[in-house]
Every structure is written in structure tokens, then in C-alpha cells.
């Protein structure tokens, strides 16, 4: 099953603007991270935040948690035509499992010209 | 795409032959996974392996084998290919698997079920 869920499920803004995706988890976790898809693509890491963290930035990238509401938010800023692409969150238990990774089924970020 | 081929990156098949993928990794990574990608479903875990001949079921095993007789090779086979398995096949890496660890991904392979 799905442990994240991401809002929304597509998102369309102008260069230059703030785009902003959530990312809503059902169980504890140790660690949440944000990958980015480009079309026809394999995915790729941006960033990681541990449960015991609050913010985390990286470049034009800010990474929200809120563990009591079992929420995430990537947000980046100033965006570019080249941001286009679908962002996921993957979130790492608490319990045995740490091997795996669990998916969310992503937010389609489309950055006009 | 970190040192990670996957072949072949496309195929047709008809339902009820084998189909084998191929992930091959250049990083002396001790886990590779298997994922598939759909519509409405985002990436779910096939299999996984934590070492050579070392392998683990994921969340949607069912009708998928895996192989891993070499540190830079996972074989995903599906003995008899259905419909329901067309989607987009992604191989992923990790250093150690532990938690918090990035996941390194190929370049997946389409494969389409007729």
C-alpha cells in the first residue's frame, strides 16, 4: 500500500513563480525523501529530511515536516521551464524495513515559459 | 543515471512467454531493487536484493522472479507475461540500504504486454 500521498496530483505555473507539493504519510517514519522524474526518466534524489527535522533547504528548494500531522511540503522557488517534471515523496519506516522505500504516487509539475 | 543500464529499455511480448529484464550497475552497490511504475500507482516494490543470491519479495511479487548471481547483475523474469504486467520497469541501487540512504535509478524499460 501507498505510505504517501501527494497534493497535487498535477500543477501548472509560470516561470518565475513558487510551486509548492505536499506530501501526507500514514505511518511513523525515520527519514522522508523528494525525488524528481522527468518524462521518460528514472528517478532522481533532491533531498532528505529526518523525522527529527523541521526544515531543510537545499538551492531553490525548501523541505517542510510536520510529524504530527504526518506531512511534508517541497517547495521550490523561483521556478524554471527545466523544473517541469513529476516530484515523489519516499518515506523510510520506523519499524524493521528499513530497506525499503515507499513511494508516493506523485505531483506533475508543469513550469509554462 | 549513476552507473546503472538497464536492458532492454523496450519491449513487446505476447501474453504467456517469458520475459527477463536486465539491471546492470558499474557502483559496487550491495542492494538493488526492483520497481514498477503506473498510473494512479506511482513506484511499488517487486523484489529486492541485499546481496548476491540474496533476494526478498517487495510489495507486488506476484508472477516476478529475480536472480542476482553477480554484485552488478539483478535478472527480473516474468515467467508468463499478462497484460497486467505492461508498465514501466525501473532497477534502483543502493550503497547499503540502510535508512535515510539515496536510491540511485536506471533508466527503466517499457514493456508492453499484448
Known amino acids: 500500500s501507498q505510505q504517501g500521498e501527494e497534493d497535487p496530483q498535477a500543477l501548472s505555473i509560470q516561470e518565475g513563480e513558487n510551486a509548492t507539493m505536499n506530501c501526507s504519510y500514514k505511518t511513523s517514519i525515520n527519514n522522508l525523501q523528494w525525488y524528481r522524474q522527468n518524462s521518460g526518466r528514472g528517478l532522481v534524489h533532491l533531498i532528505l529530511i529526518r523525522s527529527n527535522e523541521r526544515e531543510k533547504h537545499s538551492g531553490r528548494l525548501r523541505v517542510t515536516l510536520d510529524t504530527s500531522k504526518k506531512s511534508s511540503s517541497l517547495l521550490i522557488t523561483a521556478s524554471r521551464a527545466a523544473d517541469t517534471a513529476s516530484y515523489f515523496c519516499?518515506?523510510?519506516?520506523?519499524?524493521?524495513?528499513?530497506?525499503?522505500?515507499?513511494f508516493g504516487k506523485g505531483t506533475l509539475l508543469t513550469v509554462n515559459p | 543515471d549513476a552507473g546503472i543500464t538497464q536492458s532492454p529499455r523496450h519491449k513487446v511480448t505476447e501474453t504467456g512467454t517469458p520475459v527477463t529484464l536486465r539491471c546492470h550497475q558499474t557502483?559496487?552497490?550491495?542492494?538493488m531493487y526492483w520497481y514498477r511504475q503506473d498510473p494512479g500507482h506511482g513506484l511499488r516494490l517487486i523484489h529486492y536484493s541485499y546481496g548476491v543470491k540474496d533476494t526478498d519479495k517487495g510489495e507486488v511479487s506476484d508472477g516476478y522472479s529475480v536472480s542476482r548471481s553477480k554484485t552488478e547483475d539483478f535478472l527480473l523474469t516474468l515467467e508468463s507475461a499478462t497484460s497486467s504486467q505492461t508498465s514501466v520497469y525501473f532497477c534502483?541501487?543502493?550503497?547499503?540500504?540502510?535508512?535515510?540512504?539515496?536510491?540511485?535509478f536506471g533508466p527503466g524499460t517499457r514493456l508492453l504486454v499484448l
Open positions: 534502483a541501487i543502493s550503497e547499503f540500504g540502510g535508512r535515510g540512504e539515496t536510491q540511485y
Open positions: 519516499a518515506t523510510d519506516g520506523s519499524g524493521g524495513s528499513n530497506y525499503k522505500l515507499t
Open positions: 557502483e559496487n552497490h550491495r542492494y
